[in-house]
């Protein structure tokens, strides 16, 4: 891929002419980086230096796809509570810059997003990007992209209208705000970006102006180098303890297993755990229950190595990265008809779909595949040639540059 120049060929006329080397198409991408992984210890806050943060692998392995173009430079913009003064990094060749949050936590998004919008958006102009790609219109990084107009597009990850039924800690003021933000988000941006064809269709029924392209998320390869064994009754679970990701219903479909030899591992922190702990204690499955934390990523291939399959028993979710990362490791899925997820299992190819909240077909499906690890070698291995193509970090990398440059002409020919 290095060096091809043919997609942006068209743009070099007008203000799209750069001056730095060869390279003349200049994309700032604001999505909430985990400081810690692209800054030195001395320059991360005491206090998150150890403290576990989201591994944003989608971004980071796009960033890497796209940093092989020569026609591109790219430069990833994240606002972190982890740094006191901004700071530049860099991971992987592709350097970041990292800008401090100082506005405390509980007010959350009452201020409008306009510390992030100010502070982030001063550096965002300072490097002079003909795009800015905001990642998530619930967050502060789709806001700050919107804020840029016809320059800035977004990448639909958690949909706020979709999960808003679903926030039992969130204020109705606050869910009210949110939606606000998500609404003007997506009224000002020049495109937007969804992995599955369930957000496509959420934009068409908002009647989003802007162009729209479905590309999957970039898949992180380690996962690929996970061996798998199906050598344990065990079922991962894995995500934010929460009511929206539904590990409530993982554990009852435990307790309506038949095989008592089946263990459940939650992989992940939140705050449910202790109502699920009680919930299991209370079904008689709390020595068949493993409350995992945060586990790192070569702790989590080691536990996907020897896992029968993935339960994704969310009540709404767009796209979830870890059904990726479970497919590239070779296990099959149990996901529910829920928002995007049936866009990415193949019903009996390489997982089962459940209905939200059918605990008991869940159980059902979750003592099939424990009884038989052959099954789950055979959907394994469909799920793992499945996104070794469909979610290769430089297929969705060249989509995601294809797209950049149709946003670009539209931009310039409506001028």
Known sequence: MSGQRTGFAFLLTG????????????????????????????????????????????????????????????????????????????????????????????????????????????????????????????????????????????????????LAPYYDRMSRVECGIRGFLESQALRRVAGAIVETA?????????????????????????????????????????????????????????????????????????????????MARDLGVAARVEFCGFLSRPALMERMKTARALAMLSRMDSSPNVITEAHAAGLPVIGTRAGGIPDMIEEGHDGFLVDVDDFRDAAEKMDLLVAHPSLCREMGEKGREKVRTLNDPGRVAILHREFYAAVLHNSLTSQ
């Open 15 to 162: 203000p799209i002419i750069m001056t730095s080397g060869n390279k003349f198409i200049r994309i700032a991408l604001v999505a909430s980086y985990p400081a810690q992984s692209v800054l030195s210890a001395d320059l991360i806050k005491p206090g998150h230096r150890t403290r576990p943060t989201h591994p944003l692998s989608w971004v980071r392995s796009l960033a890497a796809g796209l940093r092989q173009f020569d026609d591109l430079e790219i430069r990833v913009f994240t606002y972190s509570r982890a740094v006191w003064r901004t700071c530049a990094g860099e991971e992987n060749g592709v350097p970041f810059t990292v800008v401090p949050q100082y506005e405390p936590a509980r007010l959350k998004c009452f201020h409008l997003y306009l510390p992030a919008r100010l502070m982030v958006g001063m550096h965002i102009r300072r490097y002079k990007p003909h795009l800015v790609h905001g990642f998530g219109t619930e967050t502060c990084n789709g806001v700050i992209a919107s804020d840029f107009g016809r320059r800035g597009i977004v990448m639909i990850q958690g949909i706020h209208e979709k």
């Open 198 to 278: 369930y957000g496509a269709r959420w934009l068409e029924q908002r009647q989003f102006m802007g162009k729209v392209a479905v590309i999957p998320h970039a898949v992180n390869p380690e996962f690929f180098k996970v061996k798998p064994q199906y050598s344990t009754p065990e079922i991962l679970c894995i995500g934010t303890l929460s009511q929206i990701k539904g590990q409530d219903s993982a554990i009852r479909a435990l307790a309506a297993t038949r095989d008592p030899t089946i263990r459940l591992a939650l992989i992940g922190y939140g705050p449910t755990r202790q109502p699920l702990e009680k």
